[in-house]
């Protein structure tokens, strides 16, 4: 069992930053594939950027140049930091943790909004 607890969302302007955190518990993190997806308000969910285990990283064409994700595996914690933020941004955040089928979790998800 994995616990993903996210921090880090917030009111910005736009063209302003954040660093958002997820922070785990409960199992051995480096095993895991660990991402963050979105949802804005009647949209689905979709995907922001993954890291492997083994680092590989992936982002959505979106996000590309202005999002870095990264993961501390002695913290427990994936971070998403989030650039050059635009209104279209704006959604719940979550983050994710995969290590196969039957070992997927989420957190409970942070507000990012951008407005002026």
């Known amino acids: 069992q994995v616990q993903l607890v996210e921090s880090g969302g917030g009111l910005v302007q736009p063209g302003g930053s954040l660093r958002l955190s997820c922070a785990a518990s409960?199992?051995?993190?480096?095993?895991?594939?660990l991402g963050w997806y979105r949802q804005a308000p009647g949209k689905q969910r979709e995907l922001v950027a993954t890291?492997?285990?083994?680092?590989?990283?992936n982002y959505a064409d979106s996000v590309k140049g202005r999002f870095t994700i990264s993961r501390d595996n002695a913290k427990n914690t994936v971070y998403l930091i989030v650039n050059s933020l635009k209104p279209e941004d704006t959604a719940v955040y979550y983050c994710?943790?995969?290590?196969?089928?039957?070992?997927?979790?989420w957190g409970q998800g942070t507000q990012v909004t951008v407005s002026s």
């Open positions: 994710n943790a995969d290590r196969d089928k039957f070992h997927v979790y």
């Open positions: 890291i492997t285990s083994g680092g590989t990283i």
């Open positions: 409960g199992s051995i993190f480096s095993n895991y594939a």
